[in-house]
């Protein structure tokens, strides 16, 4: 079975550990802060350090090896959602 879960992320590109093989579905903010929602198994034991990273809108993008997550608008900021793939 499958079960949907929250995580919050380091919009500053930091690490977090997920389920092995979670997919990611949205991205939001909640009281400021940045999250995403994931579906992963309820028997998912094994797990993954994966890396986030938020762009402002004109902000330059270092990471090369980027997939785009979704857009959250905090305020009057825009902010772009990326996973950093590769080696963490």
């Known amino acids: 079975m499958d079960v949907i879960h ?9 690490k977090i550990e997920l389920p092995k ?4 579905l949205s991205t939001g903010v909640q009281n400021d802060k ?3 929602w994931v579906i ?3 028997t998912a034991m094994q797990t993954e350090l994966r ?4 762009y ?3 902000e330059v993008m270092d990471d090369a090896n ?3 997550i979704g857009t959250v608008f905090v305020s009057s900021l825009v902010f772009h959602i ?6 963490i």
Not at 6 to 14: F, L, P, T, V
């Open 6 to 14: 929250k995580y919050e992320i380091d919009a500053h590109g930091g």
């Open 56 to 58: 402002a809108t004109g």
């Open 40 to 42: 992963t198994t309820l």
């Open 82 to 87: 990326f996973e950093i793939k590769g080696d």
């Open 66 to 68: 980027r997939e785009f």
């Open 34 to 36: 940045f999250f995403i």
């Open 21 to 24: 093989g979670a997919m990611v």
């Open 51 to 54: 890396r986030f990273k938020a």
